[in-house]
C-alpha cells in the first residue's frame, strides 16, 4: 500500500512538481495551496507524513508544525518543514518537525528523507507499544 504524504504550499507549480515527483515515488500525495483546517486535511487523509512550506498565506507553516506537534492525536506524525529561506528557521527554531529541507532541494534527497521520517516514526511507535 503506498504511504501517503499531504503537501500544503501555497505555490501552485511547487505543488504541481512535488505531487508528480511523489507520485512517481510511488507515493499517495494530497496538496493544498492553503489550509483552514489542517486537523481536518489529516483526518480526511490520514497521511504518513506532513510537507510544509514555512512561508505562508496567512499563516506561517512553523506554527502549522507546532499545531500538529502539540496536538495529543497527532504528535506522532512525522512532519518536514520546506523552506527558501532556511536562516530564517535557524533563527526561529524548528517548531518541533522531523526535518527540515531548503529549496530548492533534490527530489530524490526529498523522498529519501520522507521515507526516513516514515520509518523513524515507525520504529518509535513499536518501541512505545
Do not use: W
Amino acid at each position: 500500500m503506498a504511504k501517503k504524504v499531504l503537501v500544503l504550499d501555497d505555490d501552485e507549480a511547487v505543488l504541481e512538481v512535488l505531487e508528480a515527483a511523489l507520485e512517481y515515488a510511488n507515493f499517495d500525495v494530497k496538496t493544498a495551496g492553503e489550509s483552514n483546517d489542517i486537523f481536518k486535511d489529516i483526518e480526511e487523509f490520514n497521511p504518513d507524513v506532513v510537507l510544509i512550506d514555512y512561508l505562508l498565506r496567512g499563516i506561517n507553516g512553523g506554527e502549522l508544525c507546532h499545531q500538529i506537534k502539540t496536538n495529543s492525536k497527532t504528535a506522532q506524525l512525522p512532519v518536514i518543514l520546506i523552506s527558501a529561506y532556511p536562516r530564517v528557521l535557524l533563527s526561529l527554531g524548528d517548531y518541533g518537525c522531523n526535518a527540515f529541507m531548503a529549496k530548492p532541494f533534490d527530489l530524490s534527497d526529498l523522498v529519501s528523507q520522507i521515507n526516513n521520517c516514515i520509518t523513524e516514526e515507525r520504529s518509535d511507535h513499536l518501541q512505545n507499544s
